[in-house]
């Protein structure tokens, strides 16, 4: 199929009839595309600006953050009297600390308990009320409540309720301003079952000790991505082709030693007599036999994929090669993720503090049975909640969409400039601005797919929390099946929302035509795209492994090897490696969109051109995979000894 372009847009071409106008890449004259989802974003995130303003007006996140107590006092904090609680409206400065007479209620809603914020957490067991009064004295550290002068201690009754605490009562420590039994970490640790008592402290002691050479492991692994992308363009070609031959030797290997296990199997068999032999053994051949049967089948069949596919994985290694000199012209792309990840973060931190307004704002209510303080939310807050969740999973998608379509509309410049040499100035800022002029409503629209399913999912995990304890299995097992098909479809809908951007940042097109146009060339080159997303995805996680392995090592070879009084080297290392993962994605991550991109590109020039009266932006590379590939390598090196002639003859006449 040939094209001419006039005005900008693709239309059938015309063998005997030639035009001036040749699509010469990412089209310029542009209209605003899907301008209601625009709207609709910039609309929704008024109700969001809403809920952030009734949220602050009315919540007090320093409730959830310090604590209070059971007549509605902040402590570490002057409050404010709420009316008709006597006890309400203290100066708490001094009493940082939450203290609950029965620490149970901490976890439990259901178990009563009396909070009042004390000046620090009890040191010392008592068993008696003397004792408080006692401690009171002597420390001036009072436990029992607001009302009760210390020299009434001793004639005070105890309880969870009461004027003092139940007693005995052991020695706290503070945990978050909140007072807890000095051995609740122990406690806690025994009732998971498998942590030593001390393990908890002994890891925060190793990473206070180790923070310094986590950093540093971090900022090398920051070093082994790039140059991790910058090897995967060279080595890209030995890494598949050894995956290959490793994946083709142990599938043999492991058919013949099936095969032989068998042999010896059934021969043992044989030298048995007829009447001596128990249906244990028969059954075991028979079952190696089976194995190596469906061993073999399997090896064949992924022999010929292989036999099939074997010009597409070289297609693959070539578009490996050609990402890798994308990158080299736009180094900048690799700093993309940078900006997207602080925006992800600023997105986040916004949602956090929201929360805890929208959380904490409710109104005091006076329990006239116990005579504390109760917060009652009202009823909109979890309806904002919902919302409040949407707005987070809506504006990281759109996000992340608007770093694909960046990173798209980039490499499409460079695909479609035929003199790499002379490329565009800023090709980067032009492909964020074609983005703000006239595709924010395009990615508002796929972003908003992508968060509806993710939305479904988290309803769906929500109700599967509720009904655990159900015994109609046959819902539990419908609603694991439903989260099983919403991940799978939320997995559908971002590789085809991938090839949209793409198609966008190409043509300009609105979100649905771009994905039906993206469709269509997934469809027309489904072989393609599986020896892509099989063999190039393992390539890239193969890349994403040797960087954590390096960091690894690196830390207990260089690093950890002579620092003292670590407990767990593994903690630090396990926490430079996390991060270390999260680094090579993103920096792969660029990569394989610049590899989706160009092979889309690719795909579309494959369409529009024949190479020979139309000629390929392509590289010759990658134009040994097309059908005439020949012919056209003919005519690109024709053109190129037209164009040294020419030159050489301009330069002759000057």
């Not at 602050?56 to 009316?83: F, H, T, V, W």
């Not at 009562?169 to 001390?198: E, K, M, V, W």
């Amino acid at each position: 199929m040939g094209c001419r372009s006039g005005n900008n847009q693709v239309v059938p071409f015309d063998k005997d009839k030639e035009s001036e106008d040749e699509f010469e890449g990412p089209i310029h004259d542009r209209s605003c595309r899907d301008v209601f989802c625009l709207f609709f974003f910039l609309a929704f995130w008024g109700g969001m600006g809403y809920i952030a303003y009734v949220s602050i007006l009315n919540g007090q996140p320093a409730r959830l953050i310090y604590g209070y107590d059971s007549y509605g006092n902040i402590c570490g904090m002057k409050n404010e009297p709420i009316p008709n609680v006597t006890l309400s409206g203290l100066d708490m400065t001094s009493r940082k600390y939450v203290f609950f007479f029965n620490f149970l209620a901490l976890s439990n809603p259901l178990e009563e308990s009396k909070i009042i914020c004390v000046q620090s957490c009890p040191n010392g067991t008592f068993i008696t009320t003397s004792q408080l009064e006692d401690y009171a004295v002597e420390e001036n550290i009072t436990l029992c409540s607001y009302d009760v002068a210390v020299s009434d201690y001793s004639s005070a009754s105890n309880g969870a309720t009461a004027d003092c605490p139940t007693l005995p009562l052991t020695s706290q420590i503070s945990i978050l301003n909140r007072c807890l039994p000095a051995d609740f970490l122990t406690t806690a640790a025994d009732t998971i079952g498998f942590i030593d008592p001390g393990i908890i402290k002994k890891i925060f002691s190793d990473i206070e000790k180790t923070w310094l050479e986590i950093c540093y492991l971090c900022a090398i692994s920051v070093g082994l991505s790039l140059f991790m992308v910058i090897i995967m363009r060279f080595f890209a070609a030995v890494i598949i082709y050894v995956t290959i031959i490793i994946f083709v030797v142990g599938s043999l290997a492991g058919t013949a030693f099936l095969w032989y296990t068998w042999y010896l199997a059934d021969q043992e068999l044989q030298d048995i007599p007829e009447n001596e032999r128990i249906a244990a053994d028969e059954e075991n051949v028979e079952t190696l036999l089976i194995y190596a049967g469906v061993a073999s089948g399997v090896t064949v069949i992924l022999l010929l994929i292989l036999l099939v596919m074997r010009r597409r994985i070289t297609l693959v290694v070539a578009l490996f090669s050609e990402a890798g000199k994308a990158i080299a012209s736009l180094p900048f792309l690799l700093i993309q993720p940078i900006w997207t990840f602080l925006a992800v973060g600023v997105l986040a931190g916004y949602w956090l503090g929201v929360y805890l307004y929208l959380s904490t704002s409710g109104e005091p209510q006076l329990d006239t049975n116990t005579g504390f303080v109760e917060f009652v939310d009202d009823e909109m807050v979890d309806y904002f909640f919902w919302y409040h969740l949407f707005g987070l999973l809506w504006g990281a998608a759109f996000l992340w969409a608007c770093q694909e379509i960046t990173i798209a509309g980039a490499v499409a410049i460079w695909f479609f400039t035929r003199d790499k040499k002379k490329m565009p100035m800023f090709p980067i800022l032009k492909s964020i601005g074609r983005v703000m002029r006239y595709h924010l409503g395009s990615v508002a629209f796929g972003s908003f797919l992508i968060a509806l399913v993710q939305m479904a999912r988290i309803v769906l995990g929500y109700i599967q929390s509720k009904l655990s304890g159900a015994e109609n299995k046959i819902l539990q097992f419908i609603l694991k099946c439903l989260q099983c098909c919403l991940w799978c479809f939320e997995k559908f809908l971002k590789f085809i929302n991938r090839n949209a951007y793409i198609e966008i940042a190409i043509y300009g097109h609105n979100f649905c035509k771009a994905a039906q146009k993206a469709f269509t060339v997934i469809v027309s080159n489904a072989l393609r795209l599986a020896a892509i997303n099989s063999v190039g995805d393992f390539c890239l996680f193969l890349g994403k492994v040797a960087v954590v392995c390096g960091t690894a090592v690196i830390g207990i070879e260089v690093f950890l090897k002579d620092v003292e009084d670590v407990h767990y080297v593994a903690i630090p290392i396990a926490l430079a490696c996390v991060f270390a993962f999260i680094v090579s994605h993103t920096f792969l991550s660029v990569y394989e969109m610049t590899i989706d991109t160009i092979f889309i590109c690719f795909c579309e020039d494959c369409d529009m051109n024949d190479g020979i009266g139309r000629p390929y932006f392509m590289s010759k590379n990658l134009m040994s995979y097309v059908d005439n590939s020949s012919e056209a390598l003919k005519a690109t090196e024709m053109r190129e000894r037209e164009a040294k002639e020419m030159k050489k003859a301009e330069m002759a006449e000057n």
